[in-house]
């Protein structure tokens, strides 16, 4: 080599920051506590076990938690949790050299023969210690035949030879092997803590770091000190002796917070081309298309833990200071849109990792969620309308800003006409549907809540429908399929109730008859057959001609007789039983009741805009997106 460009000796000794700053006894482990109290108690309680198997995430302290242990177990002076790191054994330990210390990589020596030289050693005394601890790493990569071989001397091992296991994958483990160990689970360790540690080591090597720097290097190793340690050597080499949070993202090629925030901003806002150029702008700046999805699916689960309720302390992948912020746009998004986000970017992410076309993906599932819905007004409606209970507060909803809906529209106004009005669903305001979402629509506006001195009633006969808007057609239908709402203007929201009639020998036949037309034709039709007659106190017997055994059986059957019971029930105002009776052949039965007369058109104008005021109605218009095409007529 030449001699003008000499070499360094401290390059050819340097060791690398997490190495150099691994913990070397109890006090430094860092996040891990509970295990260093526990080995310590056992320590010095002299309830030392002979099999110990230390499981957790890379990089929280498993193998220096084993290392330490050792120390602890093999201090000259006898086993104590307060030793000398000085001592020749000490030393020995962190450097790996000692004799009576062995470690084993399980994943390089996992077959049957190694175990079999392992299980010749441990009859031999310790050379200068008190015990024989062989420490094995990543244990779960052993073979079925070595973990076989392992067994009979892992449970009774010679009084002179300790065990520590450590895996990352505890699962892959025989259950006969677990039995045998006394285990302890390495929790991963807290962003707060990291960054404490991480400020000690930059100190320690006289450079200078901002909080926030720390903070995303932090975050970024996911609970692995070590894996924080490796990234805070990257780059503070590449910084000038001054870390900062953008050389951070430089180096690292993530996207800040406040990008994320605005891309997350200008998809609720649902402006596809804001939330495209800002996704253009993080992969100009060096971001990865997978990098960038990878910290979406962390922005928003810290946005959803944020609309439910959790506070600051509970943000895993985004810093404290921006809580409000997601707050107001949790509260503006809605938790049913949240998790579908959620759900769409995790497929992404896996897509991604299968095709060389990270960035298309990415940006197609960006369209896709500033075109979703707004699932929770629809969750919030769907709640409404099954319960019978008035519709939520309108929560204040984000304005579509490519696909907004014609102000001139009448929905958004006084109700439309009898010719314009509809209900179903637009196909033009209606993109494709997505995997995670249903077919999604533009968003709903707040509904116009009617007059308190006209109460709206409740919808009736509103049946499903697809079909498109019916052009000059008066007679429409809302598409709510909900049981809920298909019931008589009688029973109104805010009509007063009916009065009760009293039942009796004379007016059974009477209130039979009342009682039919509140239920399905069909069962009306069936029930008319009989003649009723009050067999006791809440009891009517239906007497059915001797040719009418069909239509007795049929009127049995629960999808008939509960209807009538009930109807029964609610007009006078108690529990009624019904029987049914056969009998002779009757020529004067009742009939059924005769349909209503066709409504005259200035009815049918009249129930159209009472049908279209209704809040349900309108919520349902504004939220899908829908025409009304038919409304049937009054029962």
Known sequence: MSDDHPVPAKDSSYVVVARRYRPRNFEELVGQEHV???????????????????????????????????????????????????DDVAQAIDSGEDIDVIEIDGASNRGIDEIRSLRANVGVRPSRSRYKIYIIDEVHMLTQAAFNALLKTLEEPPEHVKFIFCTTDPEKMPITVLSRCQRFDFAPVEVSKIVKRLQEIVAAENAQADEAALELV????????????????????????????????????????????????????????????????????????????????????????????????LQRHTAAS??????????????QTVLAVVALIDQTLVRI???????????????????????????DLAAAV??????????????????????????????APPASSSVAPSSAASPAPTPAAPTPAAQPAPVAASPASSPAPTPSGLTSSAAEPATGSADTVATLGSPSLQRSDSAAVGSPPSPKMKLSVSNVQEVLARALQGVQPMTASIASMAEAKLAGDGKINLVFPAESSMSMKRMDLPEHRGPVSQALADLVGHPVTLQMVAGAASPGRPQAPKPAPKATAKERME????????PWVQACVQTFQAEIVKIDPKQ
């Open 218 to 313: 932090a975050r970024r190793a996911a609970g692995s000190m070590r894996d924080s340690q490796s990234l805070l050597e990257q780059v503070l080499s590449f910084s000038d002796g001054h870390l900062t949070a953008d050389q951070v993202h430089s180096m690292l090629g993530t996207a800040d917070d406040e990008r994320l925030h605005t891309l997350a901003q200008a998809m609720c806002e649902r402006d596809a081309a804001a939330a495209l150029a800002q996704l253009d702008a993080a992969i100009d700046a060096g971001v990865d298309a997978g990098r960038i999805a990878e910290q979406l699916l962390g922005y928003f689960r810290d946005l959803m833990a944020v609309t439910v309720g959790c506070d600051a302390t």
């Open 386 to 415: 099954g319960s019978g209970k008035p519709l939520p507060n309108a929560r204040p909803a984000p304005q579509k800003k490519k696909l907004a809906a014609d102000p001139s529209s009448p929905i958004a106004g006084t109700p």
């Open 353 to 379: 990792r299968h095709s060389v076309y990270g960035r298309v993906l990415l940006e197609s599932t960006v369209i896709q969620i500033c075109n979703l819905p707004d699932l929770q007004a629809i969750a």
């Open 36 to 86: 260093g109290r526990a080995l310590t108690n056992a320590i010095e309680t002299g309830r030392v076990g002979h099999a110990y198997l230390f499981t957790g995430a890379r990089g929280v302290g498993k193998t220096s938690t084993a290392r330490i242990f050792a120390k602890a177990l093999n201090n000259p002076s006898g086993p104590s949790a307060t030793f000398d790191n000085e």
């Open 322 to 335: 921006m809580h409000g912020e997601l707050k107001k746009l949790g509260d503006s998004w809605g938790l």
């Open 607 to 614: 129930r159209m805009r009472e049908i279209e005021s209704h």
